[in-house]
Nanobody, 125 residues
Framework: QVQLVESGGGLVQAGGSLRLSCAAS????????MSWFRQAPGKERDPVAA????????YYLDSMKGRFTISRDNAKKTVYLQMNNLKPEDTAVYYC??????????????????WGQGTQVTVSS
């Protein structure tokens, strides 16, 4: 069992930055592929980025490349999402997720076994 707790959300002006954190419980954090998803009001929960178990490989939705950076610290059982040059359309609840095994692709919600409760990010224009 893994519990995930996100933090670091808040209100920021367009062009600003935020760093989200997701702290995991349990002893097997390093065995999970970790991802960030986001959900804007009235919209589907969309993928943002993923990182491999070792942290050597990262994956991004094309629209996030160059602005967002995912990283992890397995010793601290934490995954991060650094978000730069934020835009109003980035406003959403951001969720971290853990997958013990990716059967198909990282950007499919059903691949994930555990989810956090989410942290709100609001970008003002």
């Amino acid at each position: 069992q893994v519990q995930l707790v996100e933090s670091g959300g808040g209100l920021v002006q367009a062009g600003g930055s935020l760093r989200l954190s997701c702290a995991a419980s349990g002893r097997t954090f390093s065995t999970y592929v970790m991802s960030w998803f986001r959900q804007a009001p009235g919209k589907e929960r969309d993928p943002v980025a993923a990182i491999s178990r070792s942290g050597d490989n990262t994956y991004y939705l094309d629209s996030m490349k160059g602005r967002f950076t995912i990283s992890r610290d397995n010793a601290k059982k934490t995954v991060y999402l650094q978000m730069n040059n934020l835009k109003p359309e980035d406003t959403a609840v951001y969720y971290c997720a853990a997958a013990g095994r990716i059967a198909s692709n990282w950007y499919t919600k059903n691949e994930y076994d555990y989810w956090g409760q989410g942290t709100q990010v609001t970008v003002s224009s």
